[in-house]
């Protein structure tokens, strides 16, 4: 009975220690129109550091990010760092897809951008699409478990059917490049395609959609797509976080709104809790 009760403590604390906890959170910002008057980023970004400082990701993907709004970020979210360059000069001109981290949590490994191109490490407009669009990408380590983790963070073209087609099937081979090990691995972003469409269906296939494998039930709207209309059925889901080699153990698209019930943004944030093996 004795040593049937020391396996068991064995075996526990091994199950804790080699499962790993980890926030990951996908949000595209709307990029900062200061021809907007209507939803200004002005108007809108102290709701959304609360938002994001709220639900704490480790690791929060943004989209449609310009400098002025990422530093305005970083400077307001106690914590985090930033990872990422301008799609259009590769520094600080365009919009940005940044990785930022909680760096108490976590140690950056490696970082790079790529363009979503026949040329990706040049900055390029790839196949139809109408602007340039990149992918950042980082390797991170657990501080506490020591475990290691590629993360991905991308904005597919808004037009080019084939550009988002050769989009996907580039990051999924930029993964495989470089996992070799075979760490986990988190792939975000809005990618302007809706689940039945070729891409997202190859990308449920390379890897899992965590909406799909969700320990506990999907909670939130079903779409992710707002275009800051307080009163449209949410029901475009364009924005996802899909995982290999993890666990989902909840993932949720957040609806919340300012007190005048208009959206923080033009999507919802979405958010996957994953436990890395």
Known sequence: MKNTLLLLFFLFITAISFAQD????SYNIKYDNTGDTINNWNDRKEAMVNLIAYYEPGILGLQEVLHRQLSYLTEQLSGYKAIG???EDGKEKGEYSPILFNSSK???LQSDTF???NTPDKISVGWDAALERICTYALFKDLDSQQQFYVFNTHFDHRGTVAREKAAQLIVSKIKTLNKEGFPVVLMGDLNLK???APIQFLQNALQ????ITKHPFYGPTGTFNGFDPLKNLTDRIDYIFVQNAIVDKYIHIDDRMENNKHISDHLPVVAYLQFQ
């Not at 980890?22 to 959170?25: F, G, I, N």
């Not at 959609?209 to 799909?212: K, N, S, W």
């Open 106 to 108: 976590y140690k950056l």
């Open 85 to 87: 360059v301008g799609r």
């Open 115 to 117: 363009w979503l191109s």
């Open 209 to 212: 959609d965590g909406q799909q």
């Open 22 to 25: 980890a926030t990951v959170m």
């Open 195 to 197: 689940p039945d469409s």
